[in-house]
């Protein structure tokens, strides 16, 4: 696998906080993507390949308003906002992608689009950020250098003239993505409502304050479980890595962010390695 990032431009941050480029070939034939604290906008350089989302769905791709349980095709760009679940990749023999991961709030900088349409959701790159698709003819067969120059481009072009950040969003996504702390203490520190908390995550970011504390939670004992040494068993330092109340409550909401129970994932993940921890190699879509 060659896998290599980059950071955006000054003038992108902090709306984007990395551009990435992969040229693989998949582990296993489908790929389980698991929910993180950011959004991605992703150029498809290689052949098609399917998003298949768990029952509560991810949108349509294709305009077309239907969604079925066989997946949606992906040949070009896509945006996949905020998630709350795992999607399941069905992948091309080869991966050829570039990316740019935003921060939670970062879509707001680019479109004048509410971020709460694309909460959970995987749409064709076109309907929010139009013309980046046409970047593939350029890229087909681009080095790092090139993809990260032309990406950046793009999306300083993008750029809503004066557009800022709210800072209340900007530090209480920071904080959320670090430790796990108490909406109403959060809005407090910050010198507000609760409910104002909520309505400018919701405005800005698309979910809120809540729904996002849950992802990171979930994200770093993710992490955390990756990085533990080959026979371990996930034990009760997770628990209170994690900020989790207890085991039952941990192996439901790990469940419920990627279908696994954290011995499943720990068992998987030390199969491929950590650089899978976020992107799980599936050899099936059961289970």
């Known amino acids: 696998m060659f896998y290599q990032e980059c950071p955006p431009p000054a003038e992108l941050q902090p709306f984007v906080s990395q551009f990435w480029l992969v040229r693989a070939e998949p582990q296993a034939r489908y790929e389980k993507i698991l929910p993180g604290p950011e959004a991605h906008l992703i150029l498809n350089l ?26 949606t095709e992906v040949s070009t760009g896509f945006y996949a906002g905020l998630q709350r679940s795992y999607l399941i990749s069905e992948n091309p023999d080869r991966l050829f992608n570039v990316g740019a991961r935003l921060t939670p709030y970062g879509l707001a900088a680019f479109t004048s689009l509410p971020p709460s349409g694309f909460q959970n959701r995987v749409v064709d790159a076109e309907s929010v950020l139009p013309g980046f698709s046409n970047l593939r003819e350029t890229l087909a067969n681009a080095e790092p250098g090139q993809a990260f120059a032309a990406l950046g481009a793009f999306l300083k072009h993008r750029l809503r003239p004066g557009y800022q950040v709210d800072f209340r969003t900007e530090k209480a996504t920071q904080i959320l993505a670090q430790q796990d702390v108490e909406i109403s203490v959060l809005a407090r520190d910050l010198g507000i409502s609760t409910s104002t908390l909520e309505r400018i995550m919701m405005r800005d970011c698309g979910t809120t304050a809540k729904a996002y504390s849950d992802v990171c939670r979930f994200n770093r004992i993710v992490k955390q479980v990756a990085a533990l040494p080959k026979g371990s068993v996930p034990g009760r330092e997770l628990l209170h890595l994690a900020d989790y109340y207890d085991q039952p409550h941990l192996i439901r909401a790990f469940r419920r962010f990627s279908g696994f129970t954290p011995s499943e994932y720990l068992q998987v993940v030390q199969n491929y390695g950590a650089e899978y921890a976020t992107f799980v190699p599936l050899e099936d879509v059961i289970g």
């Open 46 to 71: 290689s052949d098609p390949y399917r998003l298949i989302s768990p029952p509560d769905g991810f949108g349509d791709l294709n305009g077309s308003g239907e969604e079925t349980s066989i997946g």
